[in-house]
Structures are given as C-alpha cells and as structure tokens.
C-alpha cells in the first residue's frame, strides 16, 4: 500500500447527495493524510441509526454533498506528519469522538470527552486545516464525524483511531466503534450493575441490546427489557433479556409497572431510546436508596426532563454516559480482546451483509426496523 503514500488516491465512495435520496457510489479522490491525520484503507463498515438521522437531515443542520458512515475497521493506508502512534498496515478501528492524549478531559480518569476530538456533526471537514480530503472534479465533499467510513478510503485524525490486534476479524469488530461498545460501556463502565441484580433497558435496538448484553455479562439476575414494539422480545433473549414490558399495554406509566414487578423498583436502569419520557421513566423506576440510571440516547433539542426533587433525595443517582465511558485510543483495543477472548458476543448483532454495491439495502433493512447491524463489505 506504500506505493500510494502521498498520492491522491481515486476510489469508490458512497455520497449522500441531498436528504432523504438513496446514496450514490461515486469515484472520489481522496488527498493524502495531513499534519496529525492517517488515511485508512476501509475493509467493512456498518450502518448505525445515527448515519440515517443525519442522512435524513431532520431537525439538525444539513450538510451535504456528504459521505456518512462512522462504524468501520480497515488498514492504515498512510500517515500524515506527527502520526507516531500509526503506521501503514496496522489494523484500526476509526470512531466518531476522539482521545487527543493532551486535554483536561483525556487525562482525566474519569472523562472521555476529548476538547479537541469530541463529535461534531456540523464540521464536515478536517480540523487541521478546514478543508477536505474528499472531492469530485475538483469539487469538495464533506466529512461526517471525522470519519466518513462509506468509501474504500477516507482521512481521519489520529486521535480518533484505535490500533487493534490484527487478529480480530474486522467484520465483526467494526462494530464495536460506535453503538456496541456505547451500550454495553453503559452498563459496565457506568450503571456497573453487580452479580444478582435487576436491571432495566429501555431501547431494545443495536445499543440497547449491548446494554443488556452488559448486564448478563456482569451478572443480573433478572434484565426487563423495555420496548414499544414487541417483535423485538424474542430477539432480546439471546442478549439476555429475562421480561419484557411494552408501555402501550399498560394504564399507568411504566416506571410503576417495574416498581410492582421489582418490589420497590430496580438496581440499574439503561436508557437508549433518546426519548425524554422513556428518560423520566427510566430514573423514576430504580430503587430509592440506591437505585442509578443511565441515560444514553440522545434527546431532541427542545426536550426537557422533568421529575420531582424528592426522587433525588430519596438516594436515586441519574447519570449521562458518551459512547459508554470509554476513552477510543486507551479503551476500545481491551474491549476487542473481550471479543476475542470470547467474553463479548458480537456475531448475534449482525443480521445482515450486504455487498458494498448494495449499501442503500442496509438503510431499508433498518429503515424496516429489520437489522440490528448491517455489515457492508467494501471489497466485493
């Protein structure tokens, strides 16, 4: 791959051309890695609901000619200047938030919400210089969350890629940067439910699922799974869903349906729907005096959480988590091992594949509410 070291390199990449229209393959040229930043040559990527929020374009800034896709593995294809911790073939995972190594935040024990890296859905180009790697005759296509995995190369900053056991199969692990690892770091690293206790999911898709995937690798000894839509019960067994609750067959909110369940209410709860009722419902129904939840989805602007005072002097602990607690330079390449060493299972995410040709099946699989992770091969 040296041979293209510092060359524009002309390769396949999907494109969101407007919102809402199916993605487009298009030959792009993609410019060599600048200061701090590696070009990645993409072997499989993913497709996450926050790539079809964005493609969608509702209620957040539109930014398009785009190409989305933020859940990959591949190879360093070649590295820009100040790269000392990359080199050309290493195996990678490229995730949306970063680790800079440098900031308050990164050296913290306690955040992984890098000052330099963290996501940011409006920046359609390279901090380094604002401009970027992508372009079409000459003409510039924007980034998405410093990754832009939808083509067979793409630019990244250094701090927001994971150096992985070469080892791994990239098809599986890929997914592990972005949704899996946001729901089961809840759960492990955040909610830290131990052996023999009840747990709550509200959200019972990709993140979700790894929640409660968290929560019988720790231990619980009853996990309630929590989901409007019922065809995604039998499903949650296999992550270790042991009830399930479906709000709509209830007269009264669903926080005191799972305190009747639980005789009093639950040790940890796990939110991931982003809905800020599921939100309020999912601290209301842990337990008073040691109850915690865990609020992962990401609320619409405008929302608003409401909940009596009381509840947090009755000894309840609210939290928030990003991306599961884990810083991605640090943490990622443990959690990789986990796979592994086969104490993660990751093979049951993944419903579907599809050739790198086919890419706008994966948005219809989930747009149906079909897949939890389609994998699309960018070598077909």
Known sequence: MST????????????????????????VEVAPP????????ILYTALCHTDVYFWEAKG????????????????????????????????VLPVFTGECKECAHCKSQESNMCDLLRINTDRGTM??????????KGKPIYHFVGTSTFSEYTVVHEG????????????????????????FGATVNVAKPTKGSTVAVFGL????????EGARVSGASRIIGVDLNSNRFDQAKKFGV????????????VQEVIAEMTSGGVDRSIECTGNVDAMISAFECVHDGWGVAVLVGVPHKDAVFKTHPVNFLNERTLKGTFFGNYKPRSDIPSVVEKYMNKELEL???????VPFSEINKAFEYMLKGESIRCVISMEE
Request: aromatic content about 4%; proline content about 6%; glycine content about 10%.
């Open 127 to 136: 901090i380094h210089d604002g401009k970027s790697r992508f372009s079409i």
């Open 242 to 253: 042991t009830e399930f609750v479906n709000p709509k067959d209830y007269n009264k909110p």
């Open 160 to 183: 927001c890629v994971a150096k992985i056991n070469p080892l791994a199969p990239l098809d599986k692990v890929c997914v592990l940067s972005c949704g899996i690892s946001t729901g």
């Open 205 to 212: 898709g990709a993140v979700g699922l790894a929640a409660a």
């Open 4 to 27: 293209t070291a510092g060359q524009v390199i002309r390769c396949k990449a999907a494109v969101a051309w407007e919102a809402g229209k199916p993605l487009v393959i298009e030959e």
């Open 347 to 353: 093979d049951k995410f993944i419903t579907h594949q």
């Open 60 to 91: 957040q800034n539109p930014v398009f000619p785009r190409i989305l896709g933020h859940e990959a593995g591949g190879i360093v294809e070649s590295v820009g200047e100040g790269v000392t911790e990359l080199k050309p073939g290493d195996h």
């Open 34 to 41: 600048q200061k701090m930043e590696v070009r990645l040559k």
